[in-house]
């Protein structure tokens, strides 16, 4: 009779694992590396397209402005109703632009992303063989629950808008703005943990893919059949994107930190030292992504072995 070790959470190695990606820089720079030469371009080329939009219609009548966090937490509707009149104007500019723009970001994410990627997992571990090509359409196809899980977040904030502001102030009554928010909240959180419980597949299918040399379907279709890694795929998933909401609350609380001395800094203090947090939060983004990855090799690898532990006892 072989008795079998207990089991190990996948996350109990957590820390062990970043502390393996962080003494291991060279990673993070490469994902830092794709993801800037891919973003800074892009960002550039919305910005253009962005000022054209602006300057071809009269958005300052609108008065946006003139609109400040007090006023959205004091007089909601005056802000709501200028905030709607600007979307207004510049809503049909941007739309126009969109329809070309969003295509051509897409399919540049994709390849630069791919290039990236192989780049990274052969550096990672020399035994991957990943190919560019497949690693391209994975992450084209990774946009589409992307896509969809935002497709389905709008039509549950405009559904909440219609009940709980529309309809009241068309009966002549007043809005439940905190109804509204606490709806929004708990469905933002909602699909948040579906899409971190789903998630994993089109993160796993790109590494299966460079350790198995298979293709775009069959590595997608081996991403559903991992049997009972599925537990410690979808933790460290969750974990993982637990950690990035939490790198997004500290962004947000350092950006708010000279708030106190307004009054004797200056705009352009404020407006670098937002750069600067903005700057740290895709640094730290871009490591806990490789942490993943690594996460999910390192995973595999152990499943691997016991597996082949438990066929030699079992001869």
């Not at 490469?30 to 253009?48: C, D, H, Q, S, T």
Request: proline share 4%.
């Amino acid at each position: 009779m072989v008795t079998q070790a207990p089991q190990q959470r996948a996350t109990q190695g957590f820390v062990g694992n970043l502390s393996w990606v962080r003494a291991r820089p060279s990673l993070t720079a490469i994902e830092v590396a794709w993801r800037w030469v891919f973003g800074v371009p892009a960002l550039l080329l919305m910005y253009r397209e962005a000022v054209k939009v602006f300057a071809a219609v009269p958005w300052r009548a609108t008065g946006i402005e003139d609109v400040t966090v007090n006023q959205l937490l004091t007089d909601p509707m005056k802000a709501s109703t200028t905030i709607a009149a600007f979307a207004q104007v510049v809503g049909p500019g941007i739309y126009r632009s969109a329809l070309w723009l969003a295509p051509l970001v897409l399919v540049v994410w994709a390849v630069v992303s791919g290039v990236g990627r192989t780049l990274l997992l052969k550096r990672m571990d020399r035994m991957l063989k990943p190919r560019a090509g497949t690693l391209m359409l994975l992450q084209l196809l990774r946009v589409i629950p992307l896509a969809l899980s935002f497709g389905l977040w709008w039509l549950g904030v405009r559904a909440l808008a219609e009940w709980a502001i529309l309809k009241p102030i068309a009966a002549g009554g007043d809005p439940a703005m905190m109804a509204y928010v606490g709806g929004v909240i708990v469905l933002s959180l909602g699909l948040f943990v579906i899409t971190a419980a789903v998630g994993w597949v089109f993160s796993l299918a790109p590494l299966l893919s460079a350790m198995k040399g298979e293709g775009t379907v069959a590595s997608l279709r081996d991403s559903l059949r991992v049997g009972r890694m599925r537990g410690g795929l979808v933790e460290i998933n969750m974990v993982l994107s637990i950690v990035k909401i939490a790198l997004l609350v500290l962004a947000l609380v350092f950006s708010a930190c000279p708030l106190p001395f307004q009054t004797e800094i200056t705009d352009e203090f404020l407006f670098w030292w937002n750069c600067v947090i903005a700057v740290w939060y895709f640094l730290t983004s871009d490591f806990f992504h490789v942490s993943r990855i690594s996460s999910y090799l390192r995973l595999w690898q152990a499943n691997s072995d016991a597996v082949s532990k438990e066929a030699v006892s079992s001869e």
